[in-house]
């Protein structure tokens, strides 16, 4: 018996779902007028213009309600996710969009709780049958928007990878190597083959590696980065690494990064000298007869 | 034996054409050891161009070389180690310290050069 009763509690009658979205068809007008000035008071969405908030609310206003009425979320997801494409350049924030799917939320549980408030049993049932779809509704453009965000993000960190990463001689026997821009695990170990590569084919002596437009590094790109350096050794050209910003710096230290391998300098310039004096290294010797005495 | 040891002046050369076995390259260092004794040799060139692929045996071995022949009074330095050999070669997780190395055969003669006349005065 008492079982029996429990689960009639939870049962949603779909009647009277049809009924507050009937309500909520009716009321549309006040109803998202009301929801327009709660987003105003509380700052959301403030990139956008008045007009531009109302066009929006009123396609997010109608997708809701038909969400609630069917059950299923995919056209809302689909349009949550077409929003998102828009205002996600504008700069609106995770919070922001939130923050208005749930005054939505509210500004309906309210609308009917003022018309139901007489009957405290049929407001109950029918705050049973509105919750579980709004908070479903609200999931549903939370994790939509977040997403897209994510897949904005993915897409530029691929756009970053692919810009290639040039290995430039500077003069006979001497490349440079400008890297700029996220350093990852997959674009270190491209970028030593494309090294490894020039060293061979221009025959080079001396390399200069500029770090000077690499915002952060992690201890697995610092390992690769020392790899680079001894596997250029092992193909006969010295390394040097320029322009390591005091963060990285910090943060090779704070890593324990062995950098006993590392030739560095402080900037390009400083490394272009120390480059041309491992090159002319070889003339300076040359001048003295040898006498091949001890040994 | 598979390693054909060149005597060019100061310095002895072994061009390695294929890859070898465990006991080939055993056996290429004994050789190298006993040959620096015999000729006096001050530099010993290990050209490794050919090899596509260089195992952490033959790495270590090389290594082993360069240290065994510094003993004997002899400096060592591979050439030729292809990109991706020396990219595998970093990941092996050994202590590469004591190979020198250069491009090609000419370089490595230069340094050999070098450190004939700049002797006593070590730049490492």
């Known amino acids: 018996m008492n079982r029996e009763s429990e689960t009639v509690v939870h049962e949603v009658d779909p009647?009277?779902?049809?009924?507050?979205?009937?309500?909520?068809?009716?009321?549309?007008?006040?109803?998202?007028?009301?929801?327009?000035?709660?987003?105003?008071?509380?700052?959301?969405?403030?990139?956008?213009?008045?007009?531009?908030?109302?066009?929006?609310v009123t396609a997010v206003y109608d997708n809701y309600v038909d969400a609630l009425e069917t059950g299923s979320v995919e056209s809302l997801q689909a349009y949550a996710r077409d929003l998102s494409e828009r205002i996600i350049p504008r700069g609106v924030e995770t919070h922001e969009v939130l923050g208005i799917v749930l005054l939505l939320r509210d500004v309906l549980a309210r609308a009917l709780f003022?018309?139901?408030?007489?009957?405290?049993?049929?407001?109950?049932?029918?705050?049973?049958?509105?919750?579980?779809?709004?908070?479903?509704?609200?999931?549903?453009?939370?994790?939509?928007?977040?997403?897209?965000?994510?897949?904005?993000?993915?897409?530029?960190?691929?756009?970053?990878?692919?810009?290639?990463?040039?290995?430039?001689?500077?003069?006979?026997?001497?490349?440079?190597?400008?890297?700029?821009?996220?350093?990852?695990?997959?674009?270190?170990?491209?970028?030593?083959?494309?090294l490894l590569g020039a060293i061979q084919a221009n025959r080079a002596k001396v390399v200069v590696i500029d770090i000077t437009g690499v915002a952060a590094i992690d201890r697995t790109v610092a390992n690769h980065l020392v790899q680079t350096v001894e596997a250029s050794r092992l193909m006969g050209a010295d390394a040097i690494i320029t322009g390591l910003s005091s963060k990285i710096a910090q943060t090779l230290v704070d890593l324990g990064v062995d950098l006993s391998m590392m030739r560095t300098v402080g900037d390009l310039q400083g490394g272009l000298e120390e480059a041309e004096r491992l090159i002319s290294y070889k003339p300076t010797q040359t001048s003295e007869p040898s006498s091949a005495a001890a040994n | 034996m598979s390693v054909a040891i060149l005597?060019?002046?100061?310095?002895?050369?072994?061009?390695?054409?294929?890859?070898?076995?465990?006991?080939?390259?055993?056996?290429?260092?004994?050789?190298?050891?006993?040959?620096?004794?015999?000729?006096?040799?001050?530099?010993?060139?290990?050209?490794?161009?050919?090899?596509?692929?260089?195992?952490?045996?033959?790495?270590?071995?090389?290594?082993?070389?360069?240290?065994m022949a510094r003993l004997r009074g002899a400096e060592t330095v591979i050439v030729g180690i292809q990109p991706d050999v020396a990219i595998a070669m970093v990941q092996f997780d050994l202590n590469l310290a004591p190979l020198r190395t250069a491009l090609d055969l000419d370089e490595a003669l230069t340094i050999l050069g070098q450190r004939a006349q700049g002797d006593g005065e070590d730049g490492g």
Do not use: C
Not at chain 1, 147 to 173: F, G, K, Y
Not at chain 2, 12 to 36: F, G, M, N
């Open chain 1, 15 to 56: 009647s009277l779902l049809h009924e507050l979205v009937a309500y909520l068809r009716e009321n549309r007008t006040d109803l998202r007028a009301e929801w327009v000035q709660r987003i105003t008071q509380a700052q959301l969405l403030t990139v956008m213009t008045p007009d531009e908030i109302f066009s929006e």
């Open chain 1, 114 to 194: 003022v018309k139901y408030q007489d009957d405290a049993g049929l407001l109950d049932r029918i705050l049973d049958a509105y919750e579980p779809a709004a908070n479903r509704i609200a999931v549903t453009v939370g994790v939509s928007f977040v997403e897209e965000r994510e897949r904005v993000i993915r897409e530029q960190q691929e756009a970053i990878r692919e810009l290639s990463t040039p290995v430039l001689q500077v003069r006979e026997r001497l490349l440079i190597l400008p890297i700029i821009g996220v350093l990852d695990s997959p674009r270190a170990r491209q970028l030593t083959e494309q």
């Open chain 2, 7 to 67: 005597k060019q002046g100061d310095y002895l050369i072994a061009s390695i054409q294929s890859d070898l076995t465990d006991a080939q390259v055993l056996a290429l260092r004994d050789d190298l050891s006993d040959r620096i004794g015999r000729t006096r040799a001050r530099g010993i060139i290990v050209d490794v161009a050919a090899l596509d692929v260089i195992d952490s045996f033959v790495a270590r071995s090389l290594g082993s070389i360069a240290i």
